[in-house]
């Protein structure tokens, strides 16, 4: 791949576009647009905001298309209203507002923390505890976290209920769930199954809350967990999902992971863990590669790796018949069982 000059100018300039579109959902500028069409002015007083401000504001997203202008006034596309209308259900704000707050200030330390191989919490928040415990300390973060999560892993729910047959198992336990997108999706496909969520304890009355409002608060059971110090109840549960997680960990701790996983897990049943590897060559995808960047800067050794270094970290641990499901989406399957023979 050939890149130009002006594709390095305009990949340096991309925080212009980020910054603007983060702004407008901050600000709901979206919501006031969503059931009629405003002029300049009028958003300017809806947003008690100086007209001039909001007019360039309001220029910039037109020119990057989330708006259009019928003669004097801004006219949001009804397709777009879906993630850009706060009371939408997949509305970016929540992913607007995690960047804003945790990972652009580190992406701004970037080159330090690739000189000095380590994370930049503390020159950014003057805090070095774990990235978690900075970010579950603020009730609105931890909602912020937990919504971008479940947004995000749409399309990957979309593919593994649609190409994964969980009418084999009996019980369902998805470690890190985010919003209960997934239980959630697996719910409406196996009426039969047996199915948990299993969550740091700062994040389960949240997800409690949650599941109660959806309506899946008796459907779906909530438990304490901690996959780092080993305070896991397994037991129950004969297919296990670990989600988007792994990479958040240096390598080493990826194995005190899953050697707790392992050891707290059925005897026959099978782990997955879904994940965005990078291919052999490590030459990407750009995304993954750029999210070990984001690793870099925020977490404690967390990286992104191969389908075949994390098979090797499955096998290590002892997970027999080790493999790679394919389905439709962003992520892959690294799945692994546990030896019939093995005990607890």
Not at 98 to 124: C, M
Not at 132 to 149: G, M, W
Request: aromatic fraction near 10%.
């Amino acid at each position: 791949m050939t890149l130009t000059k002006q594709d390095a100018v305009d990949q340096m300039m991309g925080f212009f576009q980020a910054k603007t579109l983060t702004a407008a959902l901050d600000l709901k500028l979206f919501d006031h647009l969503h059931t009629q069409d405003l002029s300049a002015g009028e958003i300017a007083d809806k947003l008690k905001s100086p007209l001039r401000s909001v007019e360039q504001l309001l220029i910039g997203l037109r020119a990057m298309g989330y708006l259009e202008k019928q003669g004097d006034n801004y006219h949001l596309p009804q397709e777009h209203a879906s993630f850009l209308v706060s009371h939408e259900p997949m509305w970016l704000g929540w992913l607007g507002r995690h960047i804003d707050t945790f990972l652009y200030p580190l992406w701004g330390e970037l080159k330090s923390a690739v000189t000095s191989d380590t994370n930049q919490r503390q020159a950014v928040f003057g805090d070095d505890r774990s990235w978690f415990d900075i970010l579950y300390q603020n009730p609105e973060d931890v909602t912020d976290f937990q919504e971008f999560l479940g947004k995000f892993a749409a399309p990957f729910i979309h593919g593994f209920v649609q190409d994964y047959d969980f009418s084999q198992h009996r019980s369902f336990l998805d470690i890190g769930s985010g919003i209960g997108t997934l239980p959630i999706a697996v719910a409406g496909i196996n009426p039969d199954i047996h199915l948990t969520i299993c969550e740091l304890p700062q994040a389960c009355a949240f997800l409690r809350d949650k599941l109660a409002v959806q309506g899946y608060g008796d459907r779906i059971n909530v438990i304490e967990g901690d996959v780092i110090a080993g305070k896991l109840a397994l037991q129950d549960y004969d297919l296990i999902h670990l989600g988007w997680m792994l990479h958040d960990y240096a390598p080493e701790i990826q194995m005190t992971i899953l050697k707790n996983i392992y050891d707290a897990m059925p005897a026959g049943g099978c782990f997955m863990a879904s994940e965005t590897p990078l291919n052999d060559e490590k030459s990407g995808p750009e995304f993954t590669a750029l999210l070990s960047l984001n690793m870099l800067v925020s977490t404690d050794g967390g990286i992104e790796s191969s389908t075949e270094e994390y098979l090797e970290r499955f096998r290590a641990v002892g997970f027999e018949n080790v493999r790679l499901i394919n389905i439709s989406g962003p992520r892959t399957l690294i799945c692994g069982d546990k030896p019939q023979s093995a005990s607890l």
